[in-house]
């Protein structure tokens, strides 16, 4: 079995690919000045962006572990995540509160999907 990284560092990897199953590592925000709303919409894009470079999109996830550091942001974060996911294809997802590795970040998502063009 191959093994594919993507994004790959002494630490980690931003994605890895194996039998046609796409793993992200958890995306964090860039813009961590933004609300809980905007912070969740960053990362989504960033989602986008590496399902695209492993072969694959949001309509093709399997799952998402959505990390939040206070739940009462639970409500924004369903704005933009409402907005993002096709409803007819959503994942199976579980969300929970974390302390995460910085104190900006509202949100931390990681998800895996199924890698459609190989």
Same mark, same amino acid.
């Given at each position: 079995?191959?093994?594919?990284? $993507? /994004?790959?560092?002494?630490?980690?990897? @931003?994605?890895?690919?194996?039998? /046609? $199953?796409? $793993?992200?590592?958890?995306?964090?925000?860039?813009?961590?000045?933004?609300?809980?709303?905007?912070?969740?919409?960053?990362?989504?894009?960033?989602?986008?962006?590496?399902?695209?470079?492993? /072969?694959?999109?949001?309509?093709?996830?399997? @799952?998402?572990?959505? $990390?939040?550091?206070?739940?009462?942001?639970?409500? /924004?974060?369903?704005?933009?995540?409402? @907005?993002?996911?096709?409803?007819?294809?959503?994942?199976?997802?579980?969300?929970? @509160?974390?302390?995460?590795?910085?104190?900006?970040?509202?949100?931390?998502?990681?998800?895996?999907?199924?890698?459609?063009?190989?």
């Amino acid at each position: 079995m191959t093994i594919q990284y $993507f /994004g790959q560092t002494a630490r980690l990897s @931003e994605a890895t690919v194996a039998n /046609g $199953f796409i $793993f992200l590592a958890g995306m964090v925000p860039e813009n961590t000045a933004a609300d809980i709303t905007e912070q969740t919409r960053d990362v989504l894009a960033q989602i986008d962006s590496w399902l695209v470079k492993c /072969g694959s999109d949001k309509n093709h996830l399997l @799952e998402a572990t959505i $990390f939040l550091t206070d739940m009462a942001d639970y409500d /924004g974060m369903n704005i933009a995540w409402d @907005e993002w996911v096709n409803p007819k294809r959503s994942p199976a997802r579980a969300c929970v @509160e974390a302390k995460l590795a910085k104190a900006d970040w509202k949100v931390e998502i990681k998800v895996s999907a199924l890698q459609i063009n190989r």
